[in-house]
């Protein structure tokens, strides 16, 4: 299996049940994956911080949820993060594609993305940075585990190196 | 036209609506409070272990009820959310529109003001018709509640035809004098507990 596959495998075997999403080129494959199998809701949001506000309320229900977006999506989101899942202790698991990072050729990516880390840190979030294919499983497994058994919210963010990153035309 | 005038029905009490809507719930029936006044009035309609409220997050009483009714498909929800907090995030109703839950209700209580930072006055005062941007926004079951008892046949109706709906209704600005309880966690707790997935 790939990393994508991979990833969408194990995500299901732990659990979850809805995906939403704002759109990225390197979310397609596991966008495809989760639509692939017929257990998951799958669909987009509008934008990120609705995307939130949505796996928090699927999980209030009963339901665990993860939220995708690509990294300047992250720059959507504190608010719903500070003032609703952190306090609320809401565990919301985030996958979170890099741009502004290795190859990056749009200047207007990259600031947002010095942003992610030190703002997940900041909110106490953890997050784990993934870039090779053979961490896939057992770190996305763990991640969602932690999330989900400790009540808090919990980032995985995939790098260039795991998806290819996406290249200037 | 102004929006009173397209809209030609009575401006109502949210406190007294609320209490009207909570009557009508008689199936554990969830109900999302927006931040603000709408969770003030709910709670002042009397605590109900289905009641969410929102202590931040403005803007996000629309989402949380559709992830709610998401994955609780057999169980209605209502959100209750103001005017202001509906604006920050408007572009939740197509996205409602769009996933279709059959069992999702939204009701804002449009008093045209950000009331409790000093009753500022909002585009809905003069200009901007909520219930035009559900419709809009694909929500087709949307009306404007003319006067109380029609507000609940639109509740009724919404208890008993597919959705998702959307009731807009003209309020004053009589603040809301309870206030939940404000700790998070708590509020989780018992939210989770009252549908049963805790």
Redesign the interface.
């Known amino acids: 299996m790939n990393w994508a596959e991979t990833t969408v495998q194990s995500l299901i075997e732990t659990g979850i049940r ?1 995906v939403t999403y704002v759109p990225d080129n390197m979310l397609v494959p596991l966008i495809a994956g989760f639509r692939a199998d017929e257990r998951m ?1 799958v ?5 990120e ?15 665990r ?1 993860v939220v995708m977006m690509q990294s300047s999506g992250f720059g959507n989101i504190p ?2 993060l ?3 899942a952190v ?4 565990p919301v698991l985030m996958i979170i594609t890099e741009r502004g990072a290795l190859g990056e050729y749009n200047s207007v990516q990259v600031p947002i993305t010095r942003v992610i880390r030190p703002t997940l840190d900041a909110l106490g979030i953890p997050h784990f940075t993934l870039d090779r294919a053979d961490e896939v499983d057992f770190v996305t497994r763990r991640m969602a585990s932690q999330c989900f058994n400790t009540q808090q919210p919990a980032a995985l963010i995939l790098s260039s190196l795991l998806t290819g990153g996406k290249q200037d035309r | 036209m102004s929006v009173q005038a397209r809209f030609g029905g009575e401006v109502m009490n949210r406190l007294d609506l609320t209490k009207r809507l909570i009557a009508l719930l008689t199936h554990d029936e ?1 109900v ?1 409070g927006g931040i603000g006044n709408s969770n003030f009035d709910l709670m002042g309609a009397g605590h109900r272990p289905q009641n ?1 409220y ?19 498909p057999e169980r209605r929800v209502f959100v209750l959310d103001g005017d202001g907090s509906l604006l920050m ?1 408007l ?2 109703l ?2 409602v529109a ?2 279709a839950p059959r069992n999702l209700t939204i009701v804002v209580w449009d008093n045209s003001a950000y009331q409790i930072t000093g009753v500022q006055q909002t585009p809905t005062a003069e200009r901007t018709d909520l219930v035009a941007v559900a419709q809009g926004a694909g929500i087709l079951n949307a009306e404007w509640a003319k006067a109380e008892e029609h507000f609940e046949q639109l509740v009724e109706r919404s208890l008993t035809e597919d959705g998702p709906h959307f009731i807009g209704v003209r309020v004053d600005q009589a603040p809301g004098q309870a206030r939940p309880e404000r700790d ?2 708590i ?2 707790d018992r ?2 507990r009252g ?1 049963g ?2």
């Open positions: 809805l809701t669909f987009s949001s509008t934008r911080e609705e995307a939130i506000g949505i796996a928090c309320g699927a999980f209030l229900g009963g339901q949820a608010n719903a500070a003032s609703l306090p609320y202790q809401i | 969830a999302v969410f929102m202590l931040g997050s403005m803007g996000m009483a629309v989402p949380i009820g559709l992830g709610v009714a998401l994955a609780q995030n572009n939740c197509p996205t769009q996933v998070p966690v509020l989780k939210f989770m549908l997935v805790k």
